[in-house]
């Protein structure tokens, strides 16, 4: 890059040696030749400032295997998506305790329950962690157990909080200085029947920890997948590390794995960071009953979906669960503990932060404590609980999301800015090549959450297809899913997705479209229908 630039000012200061030459082939310089060199030159630097960000968005992409990748591993390399660098990682692996004392279960973080699910509990109650809350009405039958979202932390219920319509939005509990545990009924896990693992699973809250594609789902009460997926790495932007999350809980991992081998008639398969940045835990490259293969390239690779897609494609009227590695954890302490602890790694990210970090906490920890005496004073936060690209922008008074291991604090972008793509302005992450000013700055920016437009007609663009690493029309699938063409829907692979897989084309839709939302729109219809 640095050569370009010098063959950029190489070319402008031939341009302005050119201009007496110039100046006597047309009778002498004057204002108006004076006006067309600086057109020119200009001209000229702009056309070679894109031509040299083309060339260096070819040169990422897809890497190569890396040394501590075994020789007969399955390896798969993917060239699509983009590595979004931003401001605000965490830079230390230092583990903080985080002083939290309210904690909540949300119903709306879980995909597909019921508004209202039938509460368990009552204000002034005290629950120990692992005690029934809830459970969702719509799973409950009378010949079938009853799927339960049970207590992170034991201490008294202080809030259920009601939104629209009625709807149960949170079940708050404030934490006792001491936890105490229910104790879980003791099953053998090498005798057990299918049946009876389901059972206990329901019964615990250990069911509450699996979702299922298609549709991001809790999965069905009695239903067999095909096969289960996990990944042990995120590509997501200032995702935290997965390997420091297992970290001195590999025994729990491998637990939990052994529990998930019985829970299916396939496989259950591990997808690995071959991208060469860090060799993998031991936790995940040694694991045992499990199929590994290892994923290189920039984003989404991390994410399950595009890892599923490549492993063992998701076809109509097949279904496969998927965990988190602290889902797995918490899983595996259910039967080598008979506990259910819900103690989560957190990463605290973001550039309004003064000091982003790990910290330990549990399931649904407040937001606002999370992130007390941490914020940079003076600047409007958008808290989101998650990352910038897939997560939920929360205020202080929230909680963790349900299935969250992230929060990111970033400046709110409530400016309107004239002509910003065009004008020269402060380097800021994009897909395109051709911001003459990213030359200068690779990353990582300093972001808002400014969209830089408004909406505009959905126009076809290829985009989408040059930033999801899957075998589909992405645009044809949106179009489809807005005039709810059900058939064209499923036949352009509806059921491959959830909203983390397609957050990267958000990003980078120049119709600025809620692609998301779409695309829940769009799942939401086709699960009615099923």
């Known amino acids: 890059m640095r050569n370009g630039r010098y063959k950029i000012q190489s070319l402008l200061a031939l341009l302005l040696l050119a201009a007496p030459a110039f100046a006597s082939a047309g009778g002498g310089f004057t204002v108006k030749n004076g006006i067309t060199i600086a057109t020119v030159a200009l001209a000229v630097f702009a056309l070679l400032g894109i031509v040299l960000q083309v060339a260096a968005g070819k040169g990422g992409g897809a890497s190569k295997k890396p040394a501590y990748v075994p020789a007969n591993a399955r390896f798969i390399s993917l060239k699509k998506g983009h590595d979004l660098s931003i401001l605000g990682a965490v830079e230390s692996e230092e583990i903080e305790e985080a002083a939290v004392h309210t904690f909540a279960v949300q119903p709306p973080d879980i995909v597909g329950m019921s508004p209202i699910p039938k509460v368990l509990v009552e204000v002034g109650d005290t629950v120990k962690a692992g005690d029934p809350l809830f459970f969702d009405k719509r799973f409950y039958r009378a010949d079938?157990?009853?799927?339960?979202?049970?207590?992170?932390?034991?201490?008294?219920?202080?809030?259920?909080?009601?939104?629209?319509?009625?709807?149960?939005?949170?079940?708050?509990?404030?934490?006792?200085?001491?936890?105490?545990?229910?104790?879980?009924?003791?099953?053998?896990?090498?005798?057990?029947?299918?049946?009876?693992?389901?059972?206990?699973?329901?019964?615990?809250?250990?069911?509450?920890?699996?979702?299922?594609?298609?549709?991001?789902?809790?999965?069905?009460?009695?239903?067999?997948?095909?096969?289960?997926?996990?990944?042990?790495?995120?590509?997501?932007?200032?995702?935290?590390?997965?390997?420091?999350?297992?970290?001195?809980?590999?025994?729990?991992?491998?637990?939990?794995?052994?529990?998930?081998?019985?829970?299916?008639?396939?496989?259950?398969?591990?997808?690995?960071?071959?991208?060469?940045?860090?060799?993998?835990?031991?936790?995940?490259?040694?694991?045992?009953?499990?199929?590994?293969?290892?994923?290189?390239?920039?984003?989404?690779?991390?994410?399950?979906?595009?890892?599923?897609?490549?492993?063992?494609?998701?076809?109509?009227?097949?279904?496969?669960?998927?965990?988190?590695?602290?889902?797995?954890?918490?899983l595996g302490a259910l039967f080598a503990e008979r506990r259910y602890k819900a103690d989560r790694i957190v990463a605290l990210t973001g550039e309004l932060l003064k000091k982003p970090r790990y910290v330990r906490t549990w399931q649904g920890a407040n937001l606002g404590e999370l992130l007390k005496d941490n914020l940079v004073e003076g600047k409007k936060a958008r808290i989101i609980s998650g990352d910038v690209l897939s997560g939920q922008g929360k205020k202080a008074e929230s909680f963790l999301g349900f299935y969250d291991e992230q929060v990111t604090v970033i400046e709110e972008g409530d400016y309107f800015e004239l002509f910003g793509w065009l004008l020269p302005s402060k380097p800021r992450p994009s897909v395109s090549h051709a911001y003459l000013r990213n030359a200068l700055k690779k990353g990582p920016y300093y972001v808002d959450t400014n969209t830089h437009g408004e909406q505009r007609a959905f126009v076809m663009t290829g985009q989408y297809e040059a930033m999801l690493p899957m075998k589909m029309l992405v645009q044809p699938l949106f179009k489809s899913i807005i005039v709810n063409d059900y058939d064209e829907m499923e036949g352009l692979g509806v059921f491959e997705l959830v909203e983390e897989d397609v957050a990267l084309c958000e990003f980078a839709c120049t119709s600025k479209q809620p692609l998301q939302k779409i695309l829940r729109r769009g799942l939401d219809m086709m699960h009615e229908q099923s």
Request: aromatic share 8%; hydrophobic share 35%; charged share 25%.
């Open 144 to 330: 079938e157990p009853r799927l339960m979202y049970v207590a992170p932390v034991s201490g008294e219920i202080i809030a259920i909080n009601r939104g629209a319509k009625r709807s149960i939005v949170e079940v708050v509990i404030l934490k006792d200085k001491e936890m105490q545990y229910r104790e879980m009924p003791e099953i053998n896990l090498e005798k057990a029947s299918r049946e009876e693992l389901y059972t206990y699973l329901h019964d615990t809250g250990g069911w509450s920890l699996i979702r299922q594609r298609p549709y991001n789902t809790p999965a069905h009460i009695m239903d067999v997948p095909r096969d289960i997926f996990i990944s042990t790495f995120s590509t997501a932007p200032l995702a935290p590390d997965q390997n420091l999350l297992v970290k001195g809980r590999e025994e729990l991992f491998q637990k939990g794995l052994d529990v998930l081998a019985k829970m299916t008639d396939g496989k259950v398969y591990l997808g690995l960071d071959g991208r060469g940045k860090k060799e993998p835990s031991k936790a995940f490259t040694e694991a045992q009953g499990v199929e590994k293969t290892w994923f290189s390239g920039p984003h989404p690779c991390g994410n399950v979906g595009i890892q599923i897609h490549h492993t063992k494609r998701l076809k109509v009227h097949q279904q496969v669960w998927t965990l988190g590695v602290q889902e797995v954890i918490s």
